[in-house]
């Protein structure tokens, strides 16, 4: 994993355990190899026959890494009791699983690295300590249109609930 990391955590990802880091210009995680449930009952059945025939290694294993510029959207969704889902779409989806009380940090973190708020690549060490402000559009932006793309991706990016979402779009549409 990467020394840069603004974040670290444990996932659960597609049946296997991950480690994630969130770094200033990327995300990216590995999946270590090792002995599915699945393989290992395969085995047991047939008297280690299956493991012979596919070896003992799983082939989920490996890494992966994203660019945060290609990252379009962070969504989180409950999964179960005990667990949140962060949905992370870059023209492909990918989904971390982590406890529901981590969920917020790690969808604020992502949403700000997207919007380019989060803090430079030296001060990494603060990023995760300091409080997400709630930011408005500029109201120095060139058109009402502009300031409505602007006001909506802070509402689709989390950082805007709807009802302060509705309450600016009604004040810019009464300016037009």
């Known amino acids: 994993m990467s020394s840069d990391a603004l974040m670290t955590f444990k996932s659960h990802i597609d049946g296997k355990n991950a480690d994630v880091a969130i770094c200033h210009d990327r995300v990216e995680w ?3 190899r090792g002995m599915s449930a699945k393989k290992l009952t395969a085995g047991f059945l ?5 493991l012979l025939a596919t070896g003992v290694r799983s082939s989920d294993a490996g890494t992966e890494m994203i660019p945060i510029r290609s990252i379009s959207s962070v969504v989180t969704k409950r999964d179960g009791l005990m667990y949140t889902k962060v949905v992370v779409a870059s023209g492909n989806t ?3 699983r982590v406890p529901h009380d981590s969920a917020p940090g790690i969808k604020a973190l992502l949403t700000d690295l997207v919007l380019g708020k ?3 690549p030296d001060q990494a060490s603060s990023a995760v300590a300091q409080p997400v402000q709630a930011a408005t559009p500029s109201s120095q932006a060139s058109t ?3 300031q409505l793309r602007q006001l909506a991706e802070l509402r689709d990016a989390g950082i805007l609930t709807e009802e302060e979402f509705t309450t600016k779009k009604a004040e810019i549409l009464a300016r037009m």
């Open 46 to 50: 047939t008297g280690g026959a299956s």
């Open 94 to 96: 990918i989904e971390f």
């Open 144 to 146: 009402p249109v502009e």
């Open 118 to 120: 989060a803090p430079a």
């Open 30 to 32: 590995a999946r270590s």
